[in-house]
């Protein structure tokens, strides 16, 4: 393991030898890699045996598994099996180091040649381009001009014909043993809406998943050359131009960002848009069911925006820079076909349109592999077959995708929320993590809603409506009746406190009565609450009292995302009006 990105490839493929008692597995890092950092945590991880770089290559082995080319692999005594850790070799990088074949770490060298980014057949790259890393001789070769690896698994024949004629003396080790990663997407389609229900995605909703390689140029770069940092300029717009319960945003970031940073630097970096509802996707196990999950992804020219497109989901380009690709690769003419962001735009139009118009384009589903569904079988078969053992009597199969944990949405940045009574009994509620567009605000009452975990504490003071979420047994809060009195004692600008206990139901407490139950499936609670008050502040000759009463006879109609939901209003007993 060369570091947390080549992880996610080689524990693809390691249940192939589960269950085979005569294979022993040992685990070691080359050290080669600038981002090397979260690996020793992932080999941890692993529970088989890791032994230091040293000691691994005086090690007899007969099977050395690699998913990337960095430090001294023809060191090793075994085979020698290189996988990609993305979808095939397609990027350009400075030459590597001799003798340790590890790639510049700066920037990617960008191609001065008249023929770089134009996409043209074999050979349209001037000579000054970089190379393609992992498909040229500076990786592929030892330093006696021999093969480096004894098999290189590639998933499509268009690979094997680019190999060819970047490095004839490597062709004959291509292997064409399908994607492990993708198939792995594949099988878990039927999972699709427990995916978006583990991400906190209700019915209605549209998740958006942002997703940034790490190169430079990508949408987590640093900046075009404006100087313009497109992800973070976009964040603020998110919470502007997004109504919180139309939309559900999620980050997947490349672990070279993740953890050549570290975690806790990008979330310090992101921590208002975390606060406005983006969730931040672990780069090695969640990356795919966020994938699956997604109604659009906003994304570079990294692996998962391809295998986004792969999987058919609309994909919107937030950077293409053509000439860090290879111009014979699938991805560099999906880049050029693909639609783009317009970061001067209105985004939602833009999203909207994307999701709605979206025709998928042929390429990468036709390119990433040429055999889906295969890669086990011919995996196994492969890695057997260069040790020179039987392969097990039982089926080949990789391990299902997991069901990502379940991501609490609690926006605790303060939501302005504009409400528009449609009638009797019915109100519409949008939310926004900022203050709302002028156009949404006009026609309708505006107030502050805000969760008593905010940053914003001060607004803990004007709110009209104060949040909070948990289990009602939770002994920190007393109980929501409990909590709901402190809050509504504390705080003398609030008119309602809620108490969201189950994902349809709250408890609220009036400032002007007792104490309720709400219950509705599909709509968010803390949403029904804000709705609960514009009834009951809303106009007519009626009281409050009034108003309610005929509330808890009659129920109410909110809409809230997209989504409509009748919902029942329910005196808890022993807490009547005040």
């Keep these: 393991m060369h570091n947390v990105t080549a992880a996610t ?153 680019r190999l060819r004629a970047a490095c004839p003396e490597a062709a004959p080790t291509a292997v064409l043993a399908g994607d492990p990663c993708f198939d792995r997407m594949l099988a878990a389609r039927p999972y699709r809406e427990r995916f978006r229900r583990a991400l906190g995605v209700r019915a209605g909703q549209r998740l958006i998943v942002l997703s940034s390689t790490w190169n430079p140029e990508s949408f987590f770069g640093d900046g075009s050359a404006e100087g313009v ?23 997947v970031l490349h672990p070279n960002i993740w953890h050549g940073h570290g975690p806790g630097q990008v979330r310090a970096w992101l921590d208002r848009a975390r606060r406005c509802g983006l969730v931040l996707i672990d780069p090695l196990e969640g990356w795919r069911q966020a994938l699956i999950a997604a109604d659009a992804v906003i ?23 053509l000439h860090a690709l290879d111009p014979d690769a699938p991805i560099s003419a999906f880049m050029r076909d693909a639609p783009r962001l317009d970061p ?3 985004l939602r139009e833009q999203v909207d349109q ?22 086990a079988v011919r995996l196994r078969a492969l890695f057997y077959s260069m040790m020179g053992v039987a392969e097990p009597e039982w089926a080949a199969t990789l391990e299902p995708l997991p069901l990502p944990r379940l991501e609490a949405v609690a926006v605790t940045a303060p939501l302005h929320v504009v409400t528009r009574l449609d009638g009797p009994g019915a109100v519409s509620v949008t939310r926004w993590a900022g203050p709302p567009p002028a ?11 805000v969760h008593e975990d905010t940053r914003d504490v001060d607004r803990l003071e004007v709110a009209d409506v104060i949040l909070r979420d948990g289990p009602p047994d939770d002994p920190r809060f007393g109980s929501p009746a409990f909590w709901t009195d402190e809050v509504v004692q504390r705080y003398q ?86």
Excluded at 302 to 311: C, E, N, P
Excluded at 562 to 574: D, S
């Design 229 to 251: 940092d497109v992800l973070p300029a976009l964040l603020p717009r998110l919470a502007r131009e997004f109504p919180v319960d139309a939309y559900r945003f999620a980050a």
């Design 439 to 449: 156009t949404e605000a006009g026609g309708g009452d505006v107030h502050i809603a």
């Design 9 to 161: 490839r080689l524990l693809d493929v390691l249940p192939l030898f589960d269950d085979d008692l005569r294979i022993q597995l040992l685990a070691t890092c080359p050290g080669s890699s600038a981002f090397s950092a979260g690996t020793a945590d992932v080999l941890a991880g692993t529970g088989v045996p890791v032994l230091s770089w040293e000691q691994a290559i005086r090690t007899p082995v007969d099977l050395v598994l690699s998913a990337s080319f960095g430090g001294q692999l023809e060191a090793f005594r075994g085979k020698l099996v290189v996988l990609s850790h993305g979808v095939g070799y397609t990027k350009r990088l400075a030459t590597p180091d001799t003798g340790h074949r590890t790639p510049d770490t700066g920037h990617r060298t960008p191609d001065t040649g008249s023929g770089s980014g134009s996409g043209s057949g074999s050979g349209s790259s001037a000579t000054s381009a970089a190379p393609v890393f992992g498909n040229a001789p500076q990786w592929l070769l030892a330093d006696d001009g021999v093969p480096l690896a004894d098999a290189l698994v590639l998933s499509h024949p268009e690979q094997v014909d």
């Design 354 to 375: 994307l999701v709605e118009r979206h025709r998928p384009l042929p390429g990468p589903a036709r390119f990433t592999t040429s055999v889906p569904g295969e890669a």
């Design 493 to 578: 600008g609030c008119s309602l406190a809620a108490f969201v206990v189950g994902p349809d139901t709250c408890v609220v407490r009036l400032r002007s009565g007792g104490l309720l139950r709400l219950v509705g499936a599909g709509v968010d609670p803390g949403a029904c609450a804000s709705a609960l008050l514009a009834l009951l502040e809303g106009g007519g000759v009626e009281d409050v009292r009034g108003r309610l009463a005929r509330l808890v006879d009659d129920g109410f109609l909110v809409r809230v995302g997209g989504r409509a939901a009748r919902l029942r209003v329910i005196p808890v007993p022993g807490h009547g009006e005040e």
């Design 299 to 321: 994304g570079d020219h990294g692996s998962v925006t391809y295998y986004a497109a792969a999987l058919g989901t609309p994909v919107l380009l937030a950077a293409a820079p």
């Design 344 to 346: 001067g735009a209105p």
